[in-house]
């Protein structure tokens, strides 16, 4: 079983960047792949970034993200990051991370993933 924290979040301007940080807990998070989803207020809940176990595949919604966001893992802490350059007011939403026992195209499909953490509030101020 693994247990996800996220962190990293806050107000910020329009224009400026976070990184975001999902720790976990449990003794196989190395077997884990991690995505990124969000969920606006009154929207559904997105997939964002994804990035598979031991060899550091990585995966992005290029739709929304377009290129500003960067996934990344650090086994060693049992750490995943998201970092958000140039943050839109659209970006506005709950940040989660999840965890799930594969990988492939389908990363950006919530219900796939096995365990997720509470999530973290980002606002983007215009």
């Known amino acids: 079983e693994v247990q996800l924290v996220e962190s990293g979040g806050g107000l910020v301007q329009a224009g400026g960047s976070l990184r975001l940080s999902c720790a976990a807990s449990g003794s196989t998070f190395d077997d884990y792949a991690i995505g990124w989803f969000r969920q606006a207020p009154g929207k559904e809940r997105e997939g964002v970034a994804c990035?598979?176990?031991?060899?550091?595949?990585?995966?992005y919604e290029d739709t929304s993200v377009g290129g500003r966001f960067t996934i990344s893992r650090d086994d060693a802490k049992h750490t995943v990051y998201l970092q958000i350059r140039n943050l839109k007011p659209e970006d506005t939403a709950i940040y989660y991370c999840?965890?799930?026992?594969?990988?492939?195209?389908?990363?950006?499909?919530?219900?796939?993933?096995?365990?997720w953490g509470q999530g973290t509030q980002v606002t983007v101020s215009s």
């Open positions: 990035i598979s176990a031991r060899d550091g595949r990585t995966a």
């Open positions: 999840a965890a799930v026992s594969d990988f492939g195209p389908w990363c950006f499909t919530d219900y796939r993933y096995e365990y």
